[in-house]
């Protein structure tokens, strides 16, 4: 009995002093999300040079940097669909892939206007489908309990992402040229879907790799909702909470995405600061995003499990 005892004992210990491999899905899905951001922001330096280059004015330049949404705004709804209907894993591979070929073929893209608006709108499109499917996959791999800190560190890859493209751009840009800049951010993509492909499942029951104790914490855990046969667009667009927050959204995106897309060519023409430096002026708003982002993640699952609701949260 005591050595039965002890061997409980000793494979518990063995269980919680394991890294939990749900840990390792999280970091891969912010780190397609880093991806995803660099890829997205590199252009916001790169259209200085690209428009010296290329003769493009403001105009122009407006166009070439909208187009991107154009692909974005057509995926994100039908990348959720096809991430709950197929599996996470798979879509967020295709997204990756796509946006990464469309990073690499920026370059030579630039011969004509049609074919750039065209490359930068397949671009969204595969970007259209990260957070949806990361979202599907968070709650298949996360804890209830752990939820709110992981998708908030998934956020935070967009912030770590921006400055990133933003600290790199410049150099990479000034030594390399700015072609070289859509080959280096394209190849990142294609380094992360090696391990992605490798280590990742749709959910836990489908991974080989996963302790089959975590398996069942996270299963236990898990919401027991079943999916409705149709989605209820009626009831969705006649709840007012829907239209608050999709107008809180669209409020918060406009802001995002002037300052992603044309703060350093502002502080470039505007204020004069050379291409050396614009990447390190913008990166400010960014940073501190992120270690607030991230701190709101675990205070809001502390709220949570002192007992208040995720509403009020």
Request: hydrophobic letters at 50%.
């Amino acid at each position: 009995m005591q050595q039965l005892a002890d061997a409980e004992l000793a494979s518990a210990a063995l269980r919680t002093s394991r890294f939990p491999y749900r840990y390792v899905i999280v970091a891969l899905f912010f780190l397609s999300t880093v991806i995803c951001y660099i890829d997205r922001v590199n252009v916001s330096v790169a259209i200085i040079p690209m428009a010296r280059d290329r003769g493009y004015d403001a105009a122009t330049q407006g166009l070439i940097l909208s187009s991107f949404f154009w692909g974005y705004l057509l995926s994100q709804l039908a990348g959720g669909w096809v991430a709950d209907r197929f599996g996470g894993k798979r879509v967020l591979a295709v997204g990756v892939a796509t946006w990464s070929i469309a990073t690499v073929l920026t370059p030579p893209a630039t011969a004509s206007l049609g074919l750039l608006l065209a490359v930068r709108a397949l671009l969204g499109i595969g970007e259209g489908v990260n957070f949806p499917a990361i979202h599907s996959l968070a709650a298949k791999w996360t804890k209830t309990s752990e939820r709110a800190r992981a998708v908030a560190l998934n956020f935070t890859g967009v912030h770590l992402g921006t400055v990133l493209a933003l600290l790199l751009s410049p150099p990479v840009i000034l030594r390399f040229g700015w072609r070289a800049l859509f080959y280096c951010s394209g190849l990142l993509g294609f380094i992360w879907l090696v391990p992605w492909v490798l280590k990742s499942a749709n959910r836990p029951e489908d991974s080989t790799r996963i302790s089959r104790f975590e398996c069942e914490e996270i299963a236990s855990d898990r919401s027991a909702i079943t999916p409705p046969a149709a989605v209820p667009w009626r009831r969705i667009f006649s709840e007012p909470a829907v239209w608050a927050i999709a107008l809180a959204h669209t409020c918060n995106n406009w802001g995002l995405y002037i300052l992603l897309l044309w703060l350093p060519t502002y502080l470039n023409k505007i204020l004069g600061v050379p291409l050396a430096h614009v990447g390190a002026y913008s990166l400010i708003p960014w940073l501190a995003t992120f270690f607030a982002g991230n701190l709101g993640g675990w205070y809001g699952d502390h709220l949570i499990a002192r007992g208040l609701t995720v509403t009020y949260v």
